[in-house]
């Protein structure tokens, strides 16, 4: 109730919809919570934990996976950026993050504009959850420009 009468006060209040935004995830309503961190701009002083947020929602383990499935499909065929890309999304939704970021890396290895750049965007979510001080994210990141830029 708090937040709802920040926002009549300030439509724009980014801390209110921040707020907001971590209620509608508690309650598993990620498409309303993803809604409310459209709401803050980027710049604002609640925007770098909104980026976070947003990451650690697109990145929520969806289904359980079968790990073994997925890394056999990504074995078979060293040309298929899709299974790759799915074993990654499911290891960076189990926190397994390491795992995610050089799977995502393979994905990119093997098509970089697959699924409209989803190993890109996924890696960048992981980077976001990170934060820019772990070693995870700068080792990454360059691997992402070497890949991206070669």
């Not at 604002?44 to 969806?62: C, F, K, N, V």
């Not at 073994?68 to 299974?83: E, G």
């Not at 699924?115 to 960048?124: K, S, V, Y």
């Amino acid at each position: 109730a708090a937040f709802r009468a920040a926002l009549m006060l300030d439509t724009q209040h980014p801390f209110a919809s921040l707020g907001l935004a971590r209620l509608h995830a508690e309650a598993g309503e990620v498409a309303e919570a993803l809604r409310r961190i459209e709401a803050i701009g980027p710049g604002t002083p609640a925007s770098q934990e909104a980026d976070r947020l947003a990451a650690q929602l697109r990145t929520a383990p969806g289904e359980r996976f079968d790990e073994a499935v997925l890394r056999a499909r990504v074995a078979s065929d060293p040309h298929d950026p899709a299974s790759a890309l799915a074993l990654g999304r499911a290891l960076a939704g189990a926190g397994r993050h390491a795992e995610a970021l050089e799977m995502l890396l393979e994905s990119l290895r093997r098509d970089a504009h697959h699924d409209e750049d989803g190993a890109r965007r996924a890696m960048l979510d992981v980077f976001s959850i990170l934060g820019s001080g772990d070693p995870l994210t700068a080792r990454y990141r360059a691997a992402l420009a070497r890949v991206l830029f070669r």
